[in-house]
């Protein structure tokens, strides 16, 4: 089995990250599972997602915009890991919801994109949301600790 590499980022602990450096250590650390992220690396990084998302999805919006968040998903995930793992938190509690997340609505097919009409309710779409919804939670409640070192 391949070892993994260590990350060769380094963030000193307690430093505030400016929003350029930070949006470099998105680009660079796109693969980066093992790093760290501080809060201000992460919060920037997501307001750089959020903005790109939302300005591709207003301005030109269709395949090219499924096309951009799809190519900000890794990093968004890795960034999320090295954030979890700053504040000392196990990074299989970020991986595990995230599976559940992405791979039930896979399996279930075209089922799932009939729960998901406004029209139909069931206790098993009921019960996903509230996973979501609480692992969102989760996830906002872990970004905001301090780090860890």
Do not use: H, Q
């Not at 090219?64 to 000392?88: K, N, Q």
């Not at 019960?127 to 906002?140: E, Q």
């Amino acid at each position: 089995m391949a070892k993994m590499k260590k990350s060769t980022r380094r963030v000193a602990s307690g430093t505030m990250t400016g929003f350029g450096t930070a949006i470099t250590n998105f680009w660079t650390g796109y693969f980066d599972f093992m790093g760290r992220a501080t809060r201000s690396e992460f919060w920037f990084g997501m307001l750089f997602v959020f903005i790109v998302n939302w300005l591709f999805a207003w301005l030109v919006g269709g395949m090219v915009a499924t096309i951009v968040s799809a190519v900000l998903f890794i990093p968004t995930m890795t960034m999320s890991i090295r954030r979890f793992r700053d504040a000392g938190i196990s990074v299989w509690l970020y991986i595990i919801p995230m599976l559940f997340i992405y791979v039930v609505p896979i399996f279930r097919g075209a089922a799932w994109y009939r729960m998901m009409s406004f029209d139909y309710v069931s206790s098993g779409m009921a019960a996903y949301s509230l996973f979501f919804i609480a692992f969102m939670i989760f996830g906002l409640v872990v970004a905001c600790l301090p780090s860890r070192r």
